[in-house]
């Protein structure tokens, strides 16, 4: 399959010159014939690209799904234990402060992803 060029400036020229010949009743066709072919051009450059890219980013999607869920596990899984260490040392204190660095390496690892 080969692509559409795009139109350049000589096509243009010729076409807005037929245009002016035909007059004013041809003005709708002729934008239409060249949004027409521009669109082509894109639609065949993007469907070259697109799917690759798609691909790509869905398996980064995937990754930092799997990524996401063994922080949630291992934050959850970490949680009970140092919740009864907190407050059995340390009563209200300790728990709060189990927790607190719980939310914060949530918080950190969350944040990571809305910097880029």
């Known amino acids: 399959m080969t692509t559409p060029r795009p139109p350049h400036h000589a096509d243009l020229t010729a076409a ?3 245009r002016q010949e035909l007059g004013p009743d041809y003005d709708a066709a002729f934008i239409e014939s060249v949004v ?3 669109e082509q051009t894109i639609d ?3 469907g070259t690209q697109v ?3 798609t691909e790509r980013d869905h398996h980064a999607a995937k990754d930092e799904r799997g990524a996401s869920i063994a922080v949630l596990c ?3 899984a970490a949680a009970v234990p140092l919740t009864a260490i907190g407050v059995a040392n340390a009563g ?3 728990l709060l402060l189990s927790w607190g660095g719980i939310v914060m390496i ?3 690892y969350a944040l990571r992803f809305l910097r880029g």
């Open 16 to 18: 807005f010159a037929a």
């Open 36 to 38: 027409d072919r521009v």
């Open 44 to 46: 065949a450059r993007l």
């Open 51 to 53: 799917p690759a890219r």
């Open 74 to 76: 291992i934050s959850l």
């Open 92 to 94: 209200l204190p300790g």
């Open 106 to 108: 949530n918080l950190v």
